[in-house]
């Protein structure tokens, strides 16, 4: 077994370096284009992914790499970006079949292999920060564009006629003068052969027919009758299966299986492993393998104290979340404007709270696989669900000790996502099947349970945020001072420097937009000794929470109706502020409530902006309570992400954002007692089922500003709308999520 | 032991307490049926039995034997299948679409059982859980596929 080494020197490396100084945080509110990053790559993985970054190749420009039209004249799609449910592959057929004059229900997308040709975002490639179309908008369509005059150059060819007295209608190049016609089927193999041309005219958006219109998703079929494949899924030829059993301790390694024959005696099993902080067994099918992996007897080697990365035996979420609360100081500067402290000694009156947010699990449909084999040719294959393939190419060569020209990536659709499938040391099964895979010499098909999953899952962080604010005599806000505590996903995994304030941890504090004269927001890093990753909207799950829910407490304590005090407060933000009147007309007029509706409950509205990732989303939430349980009815959203390319994947991600986003307002928590988590499936660990999933309503404004994302900014609104709302029917305010921890009783 | 799915006749050799899923999966190759849990909870294994909706994950093949399984990788062959495939296409309801095997065959055995199926009936029978918040779609899905 010494060749299951090396993956605990690459954990170790890989989380001291940081595997890619790259903060995708850094890319907000840069438009598409403006795809210059300013990055310090680290030593190692890092300085090969950025010798990886800096091709000859132009990535996005290379027609071949991405299009390959078929004799029947549709058209295989490479995409740079990954489908997890989010609509890319659809949008992508969308860009680019409307300047190829291909319809986009012609097109078959897949995810493409790793490469230079892929790397649309700043030089590196990964799907996520909801960064895929608006990152990749402009030089999609140049690549459609660009095909297409290939197409037309051939034709101009073999009909020996100039460019310019050809046209093309959906999938044919037509000579009107002469009433020839030819499929692009019959011309793509020329056309390929040709250079790319540097100046394809593009189309004028007044003539669009595909881009911005609800075209149907070109994958729903085939997910409405399971013939979708998933990792999960997947089989090749001479395949075992593999199922783990962890260290209940990330951090600590098996010493000794005490029923290791009876074990290898149990049905199908081939053979029991010993994995870096796991065990894993080998069998003829997943369950035999998982019931033998539940069944081993297995002593544990605590990790010795101090050990980076272990999980401290005695840890506990409740003691951490009382650290974080505990933290003093105003921490280094996120943010300031004008003077907080002198105009908060000046106010009339002045309000404090302090809020907090628990670990979350991304809990996706899913469970974790990985199918590895290698080769005869010395290559290693890999199918893994993944949102960078390049950076688990490096990470995979790693593990298998070879270069990562000899790893061939497969990037199968994601069952769910949710910002789990970046590269996460420890939380990845991909490294146990390759050593699996190498030590039996057969394929593996590693799967981790349910249980498993949820022991080693990334999680959310945890987050306290402390606010004072200053109010005038008139009730309006003069001073803001805001205290962010913990640590942020983009500092865990992609480099923190000390003296510089992790923007993952403050995002949705800072760049705030109401005109609020003194305004400081500091941050204090506190390490997290859970495994945190990237979780839907990240640093913007908790903040806007924070802050939009404080910000009713000071409409609350200055005697302004929350709505009418955004309302005033973004007078200088146009933007915003149509937004705003937008939402409020969508739910029928602004009504904050309690009132009674047709059904005999009482019911009272929340309204919460947000800023994320370049898209700017109003949210009113419609609650009341039932008992003790707040029940949402309605929840409308005005989204304005500047432009869009699918009005319909736009309202179903909007859809999908207010579930998650209220299923962690109602009842979503991890929580860590003696260094494990207590919920290790979804008994524990309930995620918002159906009968608790509001009406949702939807208005997309497209106010013409540079694009912004789409599939995180409709959760940030979600929690505050709905705790606002619920502070009027109770008249106390929940300053801690979930509400399933919240007495709400008491209702005045 | 013999095992009847989707009409066919399958004799398998494996442990009579192993559950259907994992047999579907990893004996028969039917990887439409998805596992989510192992615990009956979010319902992406479900198939239908004897035209209940079953959680495979949680049954045992020896309970099954005798009954006819049916998968969603037969369910265009079934009408209220048909029916239900196609009103999930017209309201597009999948996101990522890994609960939706079992969501379209929760639905199936509901029209089956109850071909005008109130609010209510749809509430009780559309259980099963998705990440995506499909909900919204899936009922509406629902509805359509239920008016005949």
């Known amino acids: 077994m010494n060749d299951m080494s090396p993956i605990k020197a690459s954990q170790n490396s890989d989380r001291e370096t940081g595997l890619l100084n790259l903060s995708r945080r850094r890319f907000l509110g840069v438009s598409a284009g403006a795809l210059v990053l300013g990055v310090a790559l680290p030593s190692g993985a890092g300085r090969a992914l950025a010798q990886a970054a800096a091709p000859a190749i132009e990535a996005g420009t290379r027609v071949n790499a991405y299009i390959e039209i078929r004799p029947d004249s549709s058209v295989l799609f490479r995409s740079a970006f990954i489908e997890g449910g989010q609509g890319i592959f659809t949008a992508m057929a969308q860009i680019v079949g409307e300047e190829l004059d291909v319809d986009p229900a012609r097109f078959v997308v897949e995810a493409a292999p790793p490469g230079p040709d892929y790397l649309l975002i700043g030089g590196f490639r990964f799907t996520g920060g909801s960064m895929s179309v608006r990152m990749s908008y402009e030089k999609m369509r140049k690549l459609g564009a660009s095909a297409r005059l290939m197409v037309l150059q051939a034709a101009a060819a073999r009909m020996n006629v100039p460019v310019s007295e050809l046209t093309t209608e959906p999938g044919r190049v037509l000579h009107a003068a002469s009433g020839r016609a030819l499929s692009y089927g019959e011309l793509a193999q020329q056309a390929a052969a040709l250079a790319v041309p540097a100046d394809a005219p593009l189309r004028a958006k007044s003539d669009f027919r595909w881009i911005g219109k609800p075209l149907a998703r070109l994958d729903v079929r085939d997910k409405s009758t399971g013939k979708a494949q998933y990792a999960i899924d997947l089989r090749v030829d001479g395949m075992l299966h593999a199922a783990v059993q962890h260290a209940r301790h990330l951090g600590a390694e098996p010493q000794a299986i005490t029923n290791e024959a009876q074990v290898l005696a149990m049905p199908g099993v081939h053979s029991v492993h010993r994995l870096p902080g796991a065990v894993g067994v080998v069998a003829d099918s997943w369950w035999r393998a998982r019931r033998a992996a539940e069944s081993l007897q297995v002593t544990w080697t605590a990790a010795a104290q101090g050990t980076k990365g272990a999980m401290p035996e005695d840890y506990s979420t409740e003691r951490h979340r009382d650290g974080l609360k505990a933290m003093t100081g105003d921490g280094l500067e996120a943010e300031v404007s004008g003077d907080a402290t002198k105009a908060l000694a000046g106010a009339k009156t002045v309000i404090e709270a302090t809020y907090d947010a628990p670990h979350l699990a991304h809990a996706q449909l899913e469970p974790p696989s990985a199918l590895a084999r290698w080769n005869e040719d010395g290559t290693l294959e890999l199918w893994a669900p993944n949102q960078a393939p390049e950076m688990f190419q490096a990470a995979a060569a790693k593990v298998a000790g070879i270069d990562p020209s000899k790893v061939i990536i497969h990037s199968p659709l994601l069952g769910g996502f949710f910002g789990r499938h970046f590269l996460y040391a420890s939380a990845n099964p991909f490294p146990q099947a390759i050593l699996l895979s190498k030590a039996v010499g057969k394929p593996i098909k590693l799967v981790w349970s349910r249980e498993e999953e949820f022991l080693r899952d990334a999680l959310r962080p945890m987050a306290v945020a402390r606010f004072r604010a200053g109010l005038d005599e008139k009730g309006m806000p003069v001073a803001l001072s805001a205290v962010a505590v913990g640590e942020g996903a983009t500092g865990r995994w992609f480099g923190r420097q000390p003296d510089k304030v992790d923007s993952s941890a403050v995002e949705g504090i800072v760049e705030k937009l109401y005109a609020i004269p003194n305004r400081r927001v500091g941050h204090i890093h506190v390490d997290d000794p859970a495994v945190i990753g990237f979780w839907r909207s990240v640093g913007h799950s908790m903040n806007d929470f924070f802050y939009e829910t404080f910000f009713d407490e000071m409409a609350d304590a200055g005697k302004q109706d929350p709505y009418e005090l955004r309302h005033r407060l973004l007078s200088e933000s146009p933007r915003q502020q149509t937004l705003l009147e937008a939402v409020a007309d969508l739910s029928g007029g602004w009504r904050r409530g309690p009132y009674q509706a047709d059904d005999g409950t009482r019911r009272a509205r929340g309204v919460a902006m947000a800023s994320p990732f370049g898209s700017e989303v109003a949210t009113i939430a419609e609650v009341s309570l039932r008992g003790e349980e707040a029940v949402v009815h309605q929840v409308w959203v005005a989204v304005d992400p500047g432009s869009i390319v699918n009005p319909a994947i736009v309202e179903a991600q909007i859809n999908s954002a207010v579930a998650i986003g209220l299923s962690i307002a109602l009842m979503e928590e991890v929580v860590y007692e003696e260094g494990v988590p207590r919920a290790r499936n979804y008994d524990g660990y309930p995620i918002l089922p159906p009968d608790r999933m509001p009406k949702v309503h939807v208005r997309i404004i497209e106010s013409g500003a540079p694009m912004g994302g789409i599939g995180e900014p409709g959760v940030p609104g979600v929690p505050p709308a709905v705790v606002n709302a619920l502070a009027v029917l109770t008249g106390k305010r929940v300053r801690s999520l979930p509400l399933s921890r919240a007495s709400l009783t008491g209702s005045i | ?148």
């Open chain 2, 1 to 148: 032991m013999q095992l009847t799915i989707n009409g066919q006749s399958h004799q398998v050799e494996i442990e009579p307490d192993t559950p259907l899923l994992w047999v579907l999966r990893d004996t028969l190759g039917l990887t439409g049926t998805k596992y989510g849990c192992g615990l009956a909870q979010c319902g992406a294994c479900t198939v239908l039995i004897d035209g209940q909706a079953t959680r495979a994950c949680v049954t045992p093949i020896e309970s099954v034997a005798g009954t006819e399984i049916v998968t969603i990788e037969a369910i265009t062959g079934d009408a209220e299948g048909r029916r239900v495939v196609e009103a999930w296409v017209d309201h597009q309801v999948p996101q990522c679409g890994y609960c939706q095997s079992g969501q379209v065959m929760a639905a199936t055995a509901l029209l089956k059982q109850t071909p005008q199926p109130t609010e209510e009936d749809i509430a009780a029978a559309m259980i099963n859980l998705c990440r995506c918040g499909t909900y919204n779609a899936i009922a509406s899905a629902v509805r359509q596929a239920a008016k005949v």
